[in-house]
Every structure is written in C-alpha cells, then in structure tokens.
C-alpha cells in the first residue's frame, strides 16, 4: 500500500527556516548540492518512526507529502481516473526516482514518487 515517504516544508527565508527547525527539534540539516535550492532533513534516527523531509523555497502552499508508488504510470492515470490532476509530467532524478505533481480533489497539492531501484 502507498505511504507517505517524504515531506517538504515551503519557506519564505530557507536558511531562517533551516534555523528554526535546527534549533527547535534538534533535526540535522544539510543543503543539498544539486540543480535547485533545497535543504536535506534528517528528522530522527533510522531506528525512530517518522519519515524525513526538506525544506524549499515557498512557491505554493506550505507543506507538501511525497507518496511511494510501485509504478508511477499506473497511479498517475489512477489519480486522474478518481478526479485528481497531474500536475507536471514524470521527471526522473537520477538516483531519486521518478517524481510528479498532482493535486487531488480537494485542491491540495501533492507528488508521488517511484523510488530508484536500490543498488
């Protein structure tokens, strides 16, 4: 069954924000060297409950959850067979997945992902 495996918390000043959850919940986090500005967050130790996330720059809406999907075609035309919306085409992140933008029938916006085969 899908589950949420990952979130992202949208902020005006990113590097505030970075502080904020730093200091606030004692999370490690580290900016990420790719293509756009997006702080990597370890919430917890592996052997802790919870997911981890990011923090991104605020675009649209404030926190967004990322879905784990075995196949990212079959629950991209499932969504919008049940009255959802992609939003963006598949975009593969090498190492990542295959991840896109949905937004659901209630308006919230959301993405689902087909993790990369582990190594």
């Known amino acids: ?19 904020f959850y730093s200091k606030a919940f004692g999370w490690n986090i580290e900016k990420w060297e790719g293509e756009f500005e997006y702080w ?10 919870g997911i981890n996330g990011a923090i991104k ?3 649209d809406g404030s926190i967004s959850f990322a879905i784990g999907v075995d196949s990212y075609d079959e629950f991209a035309r499932k969504i919008e067979a049940e009255g959802g ?18 937004q659901d029938t209630e308006g919230n916006i959301l993405s689902i992902i087909e993790p990369a085969p582990m190594d």
Do not use: Q, S
């Open 57 to 59: 720059p605020r675009e």
């Open 1 to 19: 069954m899908p589950k949420v495996l990952h979130f992202e918390i949208a902020a005006d000043n990113p590097e505030r924000a970075v502080e």
């Open 40 to 49: 990597l967050v370890d919430a917890g130790a592996e052997d802790e409950a």
């Open 85 to 102: 919306k992609m939003l963006t085409e598949k975009n593969t992140i090498p190492g990542v997945g295959d991840i896109g933008i949905f």
